[in-house]
């Protein structure tokens, strides 16, 4: 029997991983990674290195514009004439915006300032004016109050905020929210993504071989079970296959092709193997006061990082935070949850694949199927990344459809052991339960022909003698 | 002879219908054996029963004495009705994996591969994916993959289909020469002059139960009739209640065909004696007739089909 599951398992293997669509899929995805890491790094910097140049056309008669602090990104200059003329210079002048001050404007409650941009303005963009604008109002305010600039200049202080984190027996670790939560997602990306693409491939491998009638020749050699775990495991076999040579090609080409492109001599660590394979996940040490795009970061941390070594006092690096995090129950879970995910999820698509004849007739069974899944990742990344011990995390990472995300999510921030291995002992409960009704539906559905299958009819195969 | 298997008082019933009840069978080691019966009867769950696809709701099925278990799949093949291969795996390939999974080891099955191939003339296809072969060759290649594993009870629903009149004769040689080594095979068909060509046992299932069974021989025999064949010429008249004519057939040049009916305990030497002694009749030719397979299924599946079983049936349609 045994051996039977083997050569099973090793026909879903072969047959996939010497399809031209799996060659090229290996090969494509890490150089596409790489190109599309190099355009947004590129991206990054030129977005860093220009100066938006913002044109200030004042009528409020309280002189804003001396006030307005111009920066590495931000460069405000004053402007005269009316208001239309001004409209018409800044686009002229290929300047990138107009803030507009209207007249009487009320310094305690500065009501219709206006900003005006070629085209969409960028979040990016409106939030860095209005935070310089927020600054200039409240140093106006300040010198009402009778504050000399001196004096405001002394009261402004750059605060970086150092976060750390005390665990159980009081000991400091330095903590970083970005760092833990870049990694969270990134190990739920992995689950969710392996889960999705393969667990689809489990139910199309199902439903060509049912639609290809050779069921029965099978069934008179192998048992329904041998038959649905040699499918589901051979085909976690390709995925764990092409996830390896993802990474491995994916680690090559961007420690070779991308500093080479780049022309910079960045450091060809982890930083790099983080970007392909975890698929951007790059962390960063932010000690800046300006809030960044995902890309950015990535920039700035290779940035960083060779700055660290010519400054040593620098202050946390992101290798002292990744040795800091809980790395050895991060690994053990990840492929816990990793595998168990999948085989729990697996199981279901395969009992999928065998009860539809048809693939169009999949949807009305897929979405219980994808709904936990989703839901797991969406709730996983907004709420459980952003309160990864709250009631709503607890309870999504012990409930096994859930855990698979939800847990990893929460590792990397630290889990209570008990919690741990509660969650992987319903794991694995929920894996046996769901391995065993889909086994049961697999069963008779893959010699069901020319039925249109209900919930119902689903149900009352699971009561179905041998 | 020992049957290589026997059905023992075996029921299997689905959600709503029983498709079999109470079936007892014993298929003699060595022999070909037509399963028969109308569509929906219950054979093809016997079949899938026989081949460990599903089990039985009660009774027992023994493969040489031996309840039957999964470690048996190695002596069987089975040929099923609704044909399948996997499309995009190489003919080589597939019959391989098959081959394997029916328990031979990777040498032996490839040596009786090739063997196969030659045998079959279509070695060049080996290569080939299973969906560029025409439906002809898929059927060879799936024949094939049917008997690699050299088993000892072969079971074959409906195999003619899908084969033109030159393959299907090739395939009825083969299933022979496999009964004279040994096999013994079970045929599913509705095709009844190849039963009454092949098979030497037959069992007829109707509405899930066996209504007849045993050597073709014997169940034709006991399907007599006491009826006779006349042919000859000249006009005759049989006015002897003793003789009922069911059928008479005027030919040219004055030729006649008779069939009659003799009532109990009348001889057929009585018939002969009184037309020989008919003015102007001379007989030609004189034998019983024996009903056919096909006149003893209709017969016999026309008696046991009350009329619910009429409005059943086109429910199920």
Same mark, same amino acid.
């Given at each position: 029997m045994a051996s039977k599951f083997l050569l099973i398992a090793q026909r879903e293997y072969l047959s996939r991983v010497r399809k031209k669509a799996f060659i090229v899929l290996t090969l494509a995805v890490p150089l596409l990674l790489a190109g599309f890491g190099f355009v947004i790094a590129k991206m990054a910097s030129s977005d860093n290195d220009t100066t938006d140049v913002i044109e200030v056309r004042d009528d409020s008669g309280l002189n804003v514009a001396s006030h307005l602090v111009s920066t590495a990104q931000l460069r405000f200059e004053t402007t005269t004439g009316t208001l239309a003329d001004a409209k018409k210079g800044f686009q002229k002048a290929k300047h990138d915006g107009l803030v507009y001050l209207p007249a009487g404007l009320d310094v305690e409650k500065p009501v219709g300032v206006q900003f005006f941009g070629k085209g969409n303005i960028s979040l990016k963009k409106q939030s860095a004016v209005e935070s310089a604008l927020n600054k200039a109002f409240s140093d106006l305010k300040m010198q009402k109050s009778g504050l000399t600039q001196d004096q405001l200049d002394r009261?402004?202080?750059?605060?970086?905020?150092?976060?750390?984190?005390?665990?159980?027996?009081g000991k400091e670790a330095n903590s970083n929210a970005l760092a833990t939560s870049g990694m969270s997602y990134a190990l739920a990306l992995a689950i969710y993504m392996f889960i999705f693409i393969y667990g689809v491939q489990i139910m199309r491998g199902v439903g060509e071989e049912k639609s290809s009638r050779i069921m029965e020749v099978m069934l008179s050699s192998v048992k329904p079970f041998d038959l649905m775990m040699g499918k589901i495991v051979g085909i976690a076999a390709?995925?764990?296959?092409?996830?390896?040579?993802?990474?491995?090609?994916?680690?090559?080409?961007?420690?070779?092709?991308?500093?080479?492109?780049?022309?910079?001599?960045?450091?060809?660590?982890?930083?790099?193997?983080?970007?392909?394979?975890?698929?951007?996940?790059?962390?960063?040490?932010?000690?800046?006061?300006?809030?960044?795009?995902?890309?950015?970061?990535?920039?700035?941390?290779?940035?960083?990082?060779?700055?660290?070594?010519?400054?040593?006092?620098?202050?946390?690096?992101?290798?002292?935070?990744?040795?800091?995090?809980?790395l050895g129950t991060i690994l053990f879970g990840f492929i816990i949850y990793f595998l168990g995910g999948y085989l729990l999820y697996g199981a279901l698509f395969?009992?999928?694949?065998?009860?539809?004849?048809?693939?169009?007739?999949?949807?009305?069974?897929?979405?219980?199927?994808?709904?936990?899944?989703?839901?797991?990742?969406?709730?996983?990344?907004?709420?459980?990344?952003?309160?990864?011990?709250?009631?709503?995390?607890?309870?999504?990472?012990?409930?096994?459809?859930?855990?698979?995300?939800?847990?990893?999510?929460?590792?990397?921030?630290?889990?209570?052991?008990?919690q741990l291995g509660l969650s992987i002992f319903l794991l694995i409960l929920g894996f046996l339960g769901t391995v065993w009704v889909a086994a049961r539906i697999y069963r008779v559905g893959i010699l069901m022909y020319g039925k249109k299958v209900t919930y119902k009819e689903l149900g009352k195969w699971m009561f179905y003698k041998g | 002879?020992?049957?290589?298997?026997?059905?023992?008082?075996?029921?299997? @019933?689905?959600? %709503?219908?029983?498709? !079999? /009840?109470?079936?007892?069978?014993?298929?003699?080691?060595?022999?070909?054996?037509?399963?028969?019966?109308?569509?929906?009867?219950?054979?093809?769950?016997?079949?899938?029963?026989?081949?460990?696809i599903t089990g039985a709701d009660e009774g027992e099925i023994r493969f040489r004495g031996e309840r039957l278990n999964p470690s048996h799949a190695a002596q069987i093949g089975y040929l099923p009705e609704e044909r399948g291969l996997y499309k995009k795996m190489k003919v080589g390939e597939q019959l391989l994996y098959l081959a394997q999974l029916r328990g031979l080891s990777r040498s032996d099955?490839?040596?009786?591969?090739?063997?196969?191939?030659?045998?079959?003339?279509?070695?060049?296809? @080996?290569?080939? %994916?299973?969906?560029? !072969? /025409?439906?002809?060759?898929?059927?060879?290649?799936?024949?094939?993959?049917t008997v690699l594993h050299d088993p000892k009870l072969i079971i074959l629903d409906e195999p003619f289909s899908g084969f033109d009149p030159i393959n299907a004769n090739l395939i009825k040689d083969e299933i022979l020469e496999l009964r004279n080594q040994g096999a013994t095979i079970i045929f599913s068909t509705h095709r009844m002059e190849s039963v009454e060509e092949m098979c030497d046992n037959i069992a007829l299932i109707n509405r899930s139960r066996k209504v007849l069974d045993g050597p073709i021989g014997v169940i034709r025999n006991q399907f007599k009739t006491n009826t006779y064949e006349v042919e000859g010429t000249g006009h005759p008249v049989l006015s002897s209640p003793d003789f009922e004519v069911v059928e008479q057939k005027k030919r040219e040049n004055d030729h006649f065909y008779l069939r009659v009916q003799l009532q109990d305990g009348v001889r057929p030497n009585d018939l002969l004696r009184y037309l020989i002694g008919s003015v102007g009749i001379e007989v030609e030719a004189f034998r019983e007739k024996i009903p056919s397979i096909n006149e003893i299924f209709i017969r016999r599946v026309g008696e046991t089909m009350p009329e619910t079983l009429l409005e059943t049936a086109n429910a199920l349609l």
């Amino acid at each position: 029997m045994a051996s039977k599951f083997l050569l099973i398992a090793q026909r879903e293997y072969l047959s996939r991983v010497r399809k031209k669509a799996f060659i090229v899929l290996t090969l494509a995805v890490p150089l596409l990674l790489a190109g599309f890491g190099f355009v947004i790094a590129k991206m990054a910097s030129s977005d860093n290195d220009t100066t938006d140049v913002i044109e200030v056309r004042d009528d409020s008669g309280l002189n804003v514009a001396s006030h307005l602090v111009s920066t590495a990104q931000l460069r405000f200059e004053t402007t005269t004439g009316t208001l239309a003329d001004a409209k018409k210079g800044f686009q002229k002048a290929k300047h990138d915006g107009l803030v507009y001050l209207p007249a009487g404007l009320d310094v305690e409650k500065p009501v219709g300032v206006q900003f005006f941009g070629k085209g969409n303005i960028s979040l990016k963009k409106q939030s860095a004016v209005e935070s310089a604008l927020n600054k200039a109002f409240s140093d106006l305010k300040m010198q009402k109050s009778g504050l000399t600039q001196d004096q405001l200049d002394r009261l402004r202080s750059k605060v970086d905020l150092q976060a750390v984190s005390l665990d159980e027996t009081g000991k400091e670790a330095n903590s970083n929210a970005l760092a833990t939560s870049g990694m969270s997602y990134a190990l739920a990306l992995a689950i969710y993504m392996f889960i999705f693409i393969y667990g689809v491939q489990i139910m199309r491998g199902v439903g060509e071989e049912k639609s290809s009638r050779i069921m029965e020749v099978m069934l008179s050699s192998v048992k329904p079970f041998d038959l649905m775990m040699g499918k589901i495991v051979g085909i976690a076999a390709v995925g764990l296959t092409q996830f390896l040579l993802w990474g491995v090609l994916s680690f090559g080409v961007s420690s070779v092709v991308m500093p080479l492109l780049t022309g910079k001599d960045k450091p060809k660590t982890e930083v790099a193997a983080g970007t392909s394979a975890a698929g951007a996940t790059a962390v960063v040490v932010a000690d800046d006061d300006e809030p960044r795009s995902a890309g950015a970061q990535f920039d700035r941390s290779v940035d960083k990082q060779t700055a660290q070594a010519s400054n040593p006092a620098g202050r946390f690096s992101f290798f002292n935070i990744l040795a800091e995090l809980p790395l050895g129950t991060i690994l053990f879970g990840f492929i816990i949850y990793f595998l168990g995910g999948y085989l729990l999820y697996g199981a279901l698509f395969g009992a999928v694949g065998a009860a539809v004849d048809d693939q169009t007739d999949t949807q009305q069974f897929m979405f219980p199927i994808t709904m936990p899944l989703i839901l797991s990742y969406i709730v996983g990344v907004s709420v459980i990344l952003r309160n990864p011990d709250g009631p709503v995390a607890f309870w999504m990472s012990m409930f096994p459809l859930t855990s698979p995300i939800a847990m990893v999510i929460r590792l990397p921030f630290g889990v209570p052991m008990w919690q741990l291995g509660l969650s992987i002992f319903l794991l694995i409960l929920g894996f046996l339960g769901t391995v065993w009704v889909a086994a049961r539906i697999y069963r008779v559905g893959i010699l069901m022909y020319g039925k249109k299958v209900t919930y119902k009819e689903l149900g009352k195969w699971m009561f179905y003698k041998g | 002879m020992k049957p290589i298997l026997e059905a023992i008082d075996v029921r299997k @019933a689905y959600a %709503n219908h029983v498709a !079999l /009840s109470g079936v007892s069978l014993e298929i003699p080691e060595g022999s070909i054996f037509g399963l028969l019966g109308p569509n929906g009867a219950g054979k093809t769950s016997l079949i899938r029963i026989i081949t460990q696809i599903t089990g039985a709701d009660e009774g027992e099925i023994r493969f040489r004495g031996e309840r039957l278990n999964p470690s048996h799949a190695a002596q069987i093949g089975y040929l099923p009705e609704e044909r399948g291969l996997y499309k995009k795996m190489k003919v080589g390939e597939q019959l391989l994996y098959l081959a394997q999974l029916r328990g031979l080891s990777r040498s032996d099955a490839t040596a009786r591969i090739k063997q196969w191939l030659n045998r079959f003339d279509i070695k060049e296809w @080996a290569g080939k %994916n299973v969906e560029d !072969l /025409s439906k002809g060759m898929q059927q060879k290649v799936q024949f094939i993959a049917t008997v690699l594993h050299d088993p000892k009870l072969i079971i074959l629903d409906e195999p003619f289909s899908g084969f033109d009149p030159i393959n299907a004769n090739l395939i009825k040689d083969e299933i022979l020469e496999l009964r004279n080594q040994g096999a013994t095979i079970i045929f599913s068909t509705h095709r009844m002059e190849s039963v009454e060509e092949m098979c030497d046992n037959i069992a007829l299932i109707n509405r899930s139960r066996k209504v007849l069974d045993g050597p073709i021989g014997v169940i034709r025999n006991q399907f007599k009739t006491n009826t006779y064949e006349v042919e000859g010429t000249g006009h005759p008249v049989l006015s002897s209640p003793d003789f009922e004519v069911v059928e008479q057939k005027k030919r040219e040049n004055d030729h006649f065909y008779l069939r009659v009916q003799l009532q109990d305990g009348v001889r057929p030497n009585d018939l002969l004696r009184y037309l020989i002694g008919s003015v102007g009749i001379e007989v030609e030719a004189f034998r019983e007739k024996i009903p056919s397979i096909n006149e003893i299924f209709i017969r016999r599946v026309g008696e046991t089909m009350p009329e619910t079983l009429l409005e059943t049936a086109n429910a199920l349609l």
